[in-house]
């Protein structure tokens, strides 16, 4: 696996590379975009079930936007992770602790998906109180989350490519 990883990168480097940061450029962006200019925005809609039929959809606009672009991140940065460090090189730590944030991230974002469709499910049948408690700790502490881990994942991705 490791020498197919190795020829992978040796011929494809610039669009691992590419494809790898583009990834992290939708997630991450779509996120800060979603928690600093669309959720703001959405609170100006005085109707409440207006506001979270609005909110319901554009989130799962989101997550349908992202979620290839997670299994793209996922599989290039397997490629490149086991093409150019493992345990014990120096790049290794830099490589695990990548792994380590995005699948955090990656378990975030499914519990994120959970919490959307039950608020959907509450939302249809009527419980508006329980679709807002179930949506409540996305904008205020999940999108944060990732934003914050995915920004620390952006910069020890960086770190790898100056070595």
């Known amino acids: 696996m490791k020498a197919l990883a190795i020829e992978l990168f040796n011929q494809y480097a610039f669009f691992l590379v590419f494809f790898h940061v583009l990834g992290a450029i ?10 600093i200019a669309v959720h703001p925005g959405l609170q100006h809609i005085e109707d409440p079930k207006r506001r979270m039929a609005r909110t319901l959809e554009i989130v799962r606009n989101l997550f349908v936007l992202v979620a290839p672009f997670i299994a793209l991140i996922l599989i290039t940065g ?20 990548k792994e380590g944030i995005w699948t ?60």
């Open 26 to 35: 939708v997630w991450v962006g779509g996120m800060i975009g979603m928690r």
């Open 78 to 97: 397997l490629v490149m992770g086991l093409a150019v460090g493992g345990s014990g090189t120096p790049l290794g730590v830099f490589v695990h602790a």
């Open 104 to 163: 955090l991230m990656t378990l975030n974002y499914a519990l994120m998906v959970v919490r959307r469709n039950r608020a959907e499910r509450l939302f249809l049948s009527g419980d508006l109180a329980g679709a807002k408690a179930q949506m409540a700790p996305i904008p205020n502490l999940m999108l944060p989350i990732n934003i914050f881990l995915g920004i620390l994942a952006l910069a020890l991705g960086i770190t790898l490519r100056g070595f």
